[in-house]
């Protein structure tokens, strides 16, 4: 670093190469290979995967101020690229709104002025647009990225209504969360829907996945855990190896949007690590990354026994009464028996959250006169009893692990899991994990892959092979267990 030849750039540079592609991947690829030969790290031994919530490195801003900052970040690249094309086109309005970061203005609080100046934004920006698009304008400046995450955002922000007016979006509700999952719910057209409402596809802003947050980390996306943490950024996920007598050592570290779930994120854990001739025999999740179709994938494709919680039916933890596994499928007659020994006519394939299922109803006339009506499932419009099952192999995955985790020895398994959590926190808390310290997916899972590489070197320096002890303890700790073996003496 002293080295006169040395520039700080260099560094920079060496970053960008390391974000393109898998290069960082592999870095920590050579490394686990390594240990493997060294005995340090066992192939298809146990593993555990965490995630954790990582911050982006930049503000968070509210949809008034994000379409205030794109509009000046694309003004700033702009000038920085033509100044004489901007110069041409600049106004009084445009230097005293968008002349200095938005964080250091004022802006109107009253939700009809913050419509009103969010409108006023958006018309600036549609005169950018039509400036960009004219014959005269150089094409370059059309493809500039900040000029791209202006589009972007002003689509996601902004829509013209049948009059041809400009119109800001209103926010996100649950109802669009629901009608997100049918597409056939969604008119794509952007057509008025039922009752004179407006179609919420055109009349609000997308849900997190989509949603831009910030002009200047375009891929970070907002997302909450309910009752923890809102956040703008990333989700990073660690497995890391956890058999007895041997260092743990982080093995994946995978990057992933903020919004996308955990059960998400565990396919492409397992085809990466089984592509590494690593894949766990034995990999425990906690329930975030565990499902009947999970369980049953990482068996047949990967030959990984997945261990962590299923979840538990609504209803079942809500009231006591009767859950899915009292009920006694005969795959065979696709027939369904009930706990008081009715048994249904043949099942019916359905979709649920467009996931095949199948639909069992028990007919009134059966259910009418049973005492046990309060302590069953549900009643569908009058009909009946409802039990909806899942295909086959997963339904009896899906009651042999419910009935499992209720086990002591299932709990003593799964208790090993919990490690992780010890890693997430050593990464975060002593190795700053937690804050983005570039922008951009790509470089964020650079700085992942290289604080897990760093956590592997810390752990290998402090793993004492002929202990029991996989980490370091502090030196008060060492003192008493040499001590009480007698590699130390107590002097008077
Ligand atoms: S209500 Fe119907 S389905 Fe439920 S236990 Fe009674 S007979 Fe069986």
Request: hydrophobic share 30%; net charge positive.
């Amino acid at each position: 670093m002293d080295d006169p030849g040395f520039d700080f750039s260099v560094l920079s540079e060496f970053r960008d190469r390391m974000a393109e592609g898998d290069r960082a991947d592999r870095l920590l690829a050579v490394m686990v290979e390594r240990l493997v030969e060294a005995g340090l790290v066992k192939r298809h031994g146990r593993q555990r995967t965490d995630s954790t919530h990582i911050l982006a490195a930049v503000r968070r801003l509210d949809r008034i101020e994000l379409v205030g900052e794109t509009r000046r970040a694309a003004l700033e690249e702009l000038t920085v690229t033509d100044e004489e094309w901007v110069a041409a086109r600049i106004t009084d309005e445009w230097a005293r709104r968008y002349g200095r970061p938005v964080r250091y203005d004022r802006l109107p609080k009253e939700t009809k002025e913050r419509e009103r100046y969010a409108l006023t934004v958006g018309e600036d920006g549609m005169r950018l647009f039509h400036a960009l698009l004219a014959p005269d304008a150089p094409a370059r400046l059309r493809r500039l990225p900040k000029v791209e995450v202006l589009r972007q955002v002003w689509i996601q922000q902004y829509w013209y209504d049948e009059t041809g007016g400009l119109r800001w979006r209103g926010p996100k509700q649950t109802r669009d969360r629901l009608s997100r999952r049918s597409t056939d719910r969604r008119s794509a057209s952007g057509a008025t829907a039922g009752r004179g409402s407006p179609d919420p596809a055109s009349a609000t802003v997308p849900w997190s996945p989509v949603e831009i947050v910030s002009p200047h980390d375009p891929q970070a996306r907002f997302s909450h855990k309910p009752g923890k943490a809102e956040w703008v950024g990333y989700k990073d996920h660690q497995t890391e190896t956890c058999d007895e007598g041997l260092p743990n050592v982080i093995v994946h570290v995978a990057t992933t949007p903020a919004p996308e779930q955990d059960i998400d994120a565990l396919e492409p854990i397992h085809a990466d690590l089984a592509a590494r001739d690593l894949a766990p025999a034995e990999h425990l999740v906690d329930g975030g990354y565990t499902t009947p179709a999970a369980i049953h994938r990482a068996r047949t494709e990967y030959g990984i026994d997945l261990v962590g919680p299923v979840r538990v039916g609504p209803v079942s933890r809500s009231r006591p009464g009767f859950n899915k596994e009292d009920f006694h499928p005969n795959w065979a007659e696709k027939t369904l028996t009930c706990p008081n020994g009715a048994t249904s006519p043949p099942w019916k394939p359905t979709l649920a959250d467009g996931q095949p299922r199948l639909s069992v109803l028990f007919p009134r006339a059966v259910c009418r006169p049973c005492e046990d009506r309060l302590k069953c499932t549900g009643n569908v419009d009058g009909k009946g009893r409802h039990v909806l099952l899942l295909p086959q192999p997963l339904q009896e995955i899906q009651n042999r692990v419910r009935k499992e985790q209720q086990t002591r020895p299932w709990h003593d398994r799964y208790a090993l899991r919990a490690g992780c959590e010890a890693t997430v926190s050593e990464t975060v808390h002593a190795h700053g994990l937690r804050h983005c310290r570039y922008r951009g997916i790509a470089k964020t899972h650079v700085q992942h892959v290289l604080t897990a590489a760093g956590t592997n070197i810390i752990r290998l320096h402090q793993h004492q092979p002929d202990s029991d002890r996989t980490r370091d303890t502090t030196r008060f700790t060492r003192l008493c267990r040499n001590l009480s073996d007698g590699t130390r003496t107590r002097t008077t």
